[in-house]
């Protein structure tokens, strides 16, 4: 049988997101940076004239509006407006290149671009951004190109805004890419407002609490969460750069009691030399997903910090699905229970669902999936089935439906027959002090089918060990698992949603077993 969260009863109007906070108090802090700070009121009024702006530079409900932005307020505001215009906000990963940019215009046919003049150099390198409909809006820079701050400023001639149906497409965000092309995931107004909803009711916000989403608000976790909070009247903080200073300077000066941060960001964060114990005194919650919690940053947090990291697990296909219970039991090294409004099938490889404790593939279900990946029908219908969505992880579920993350089912590594979860040799290699980062993958082997192969970066300034004392440290944790060869590189290739880029690895290692072969 499934397993179920609790109830949800309906979606958030993402028409009426900012209405809480208006009627609460209007003249208080909607969202704040360290150099902008918004009203409720003034949030509202700047919104929807960017909305009535851009309708009026010929753009109509259902166009795709991209964007390549940095974090800002400015970017939250573009997103209001977008859904009060009817139009598809299309954030594009702010670390893409120019291939990688004319992929996503390509996909969805965008009619126009908000990027920062930062980014200049690289669109000229780009076929497309300079083709559009409608052309580019400039942010950061006051010259010929139209400008983002007039459009926020500029009274609008009309201010006629449309009603989106529910079944109107909202948002489209790119994955990873980690098994092929980025794909565009498409949310529509129904199922964006059915995401918001369960995460209001994950998070359990009193109207003192003050968020910070301390990732990048072009991916689904901080545009979602920072979203989410507005709706529930909660002020909202957003960090320009997730690098330590900044984050630390906001957790100083703005004392937000929620934190969420992507774990190779935190554990970062909490080796940073200037974080103390004071830095963390308002929260009341820490918040990580996207990626395993090791057992190293859980320590390491809870010795800086004072409170424990509750873990959740979300993709862009479905939000936020579970999370440790903000008032329950936190079950350390869990990736907790179900969201409000989801249902979850623990299947083996002939779709079977599976026992109590045995590890099996996560189909999940609920008014938050995704309607399908943008003009990719053939994708849509690998992910979706019957209504159920693979998503292709490897979890395990326990006698009081708390969930286990075993790793992606591309990623598991099969020695000798043993499945090896990739995550489980990286937390025992990070757990040493000289190890600062690591991930793992298989390499081909004729007679065992996969090894185990570990890069790492080392921690500036620790002693360096050698890799035979590095294996025998790992193997002293995790035994067999345990990799048989570690290569150092001088940084992490990290993918476009700020995770170990495994698929990456995996090319080295792959190219590197061909080069000693020859």
């Known amino acids: 049988m499934p397993i179920t969260g609790p109830p949800l009863e309906k979606p958030v109007l993402l028409a009426d997101i900012l209405k809480i906070g208006l009627e609460s108090n209007p003249d208080a802090a909607a969202i704040v940076s360290s150099d902008r700070s918004w009203t409720w009121r003034e949030l509202d009024a700047a919104s929807r004239r960017l909305a009535a702006n851009l309708l009026a530079l010929g753009l109509k409900p259902g166009d795709r509006a991209a964007s390549l932005m940095p974090n800002r307020t400015d970017l939250v505001i573009y997103y209001l407006a977008c859904i009060k215009a009817g139009l598809v906000a299309t954030p594009l990963n702010y670390r893409y290149q120019a291939p990688e940019i004319d992929h996503a215009l390509e996909v969805t046919s965008a009619s126009i671009l ?7 150099a690289d669109l000229a390198l780009s076929k497309l951004a300079g083709q559009l409909p409608l052309g580019r809006i400039t942010y950061g820079a006051a010259d010929d190109h139209r400008n983002f701050e007039e459009l926020l400023q500029t009274e609008p001639t009309a201010m006629d805004l449309p009603c989106p149906a529910g079944d109107a497409p909202a948002f489209i965000f790119f ?21 918001i909803a369960s995460a209001i009711a994950s998070f359990e916000f009193t109207p003192e609490d003050i968020f910070l989403p301390a990732a990048s608000i072009s991916h689904i976790g901080a545009s979602l969460f920072s979203l989410t909070g507005l709706a529930a009247g909660i002020r909202i903080d957003v960090a320009h750069t997730i690098i330590g200073e900044e984050v630390l300077a906001l957790l100083a000066n703005t004392r937000p009691t929620l934190l969420c941060m992507l774990p190779a960001a935190l554990f970062a964060l909490v080796r940073d030399h200037s974080a103390e114990r004071d830095h ?19 320590r390491e947090f809870v010795e800086l910090a004072g409170i424990e990291i509750d873990e959740t697990y979300g993709m862009s296909e479905i939000g936020l699905a579970t999370i440790n219970p903000v008032s329950g039991k936190n079950k350390v090294g869990s990736i907790g229970r179900l969201a409000p409004g989801f249902a ?5 490889e002939q779709g079977r669902e599976v026992p109590v404790g045995t590890d099996g593939r996560l189909w999940i279900k609920s008014h938050c999936n995704t309607i399908g990946y943008w003009n990719r029908p053939d994708a849509t219908a690998e992910t979706i089935v019957d209504g159920w969505l693979d998503t292709g992880d490897v979890v395990r579920v326990d006698e009081e439906d708390y969930l286990w993350f075993d790793g992606r089912q591309k990623q598991i590594i099969i020695h000798d027959g043993s499945n090896i979860c990739p995550q489980e040799v990286e937390d025992s290699l990070v757990e040493h002090p000289a190890v600062e980062s690591a ?11 996969e090894n185990v192969r570990a890069y790492i970066t080392l921690t500036a300034g620790a002693e360096r060990p050698t890799m035979a004392e590095l294996i025998h440290f790992s193997r002293a944790r995790v035994g067999y698992k345990a990799p ?6 001088d940084e992490m290739p990290l993918n476009a949603t700020g995770k170990i880029d495994r698929a990456l690895l995996k090319r080295m290692a792959e190219s590197r077993s061909l080069q000693s072969t020859n």
């Open 280 to 298: 963390f005194h308002s929260l009341r919650i820490c918040l990580a997903g996207g990626d395993k919690v090791s057992a190293e940053l859980e």
């Open 439 to 449: 991930g793992v993958v298989g390499i081909h082997d004729i007679m065992h089918g």
């Open 344 to 348: 979850a099938s623990i299947r083996d």
């Open 114 to 120: 908000l990027a920062h003049a930062e980014r200049d």
């Open 484 to 489: 048989e060869e570690i290569v150092v590189l």
């Open 175 to 195: 994955t990873s890419g980690s098994t092929g092309k980025p794909k565009g995931v498409t949310h529509t107004h129904e199922t964006f407002g059915w995401m």
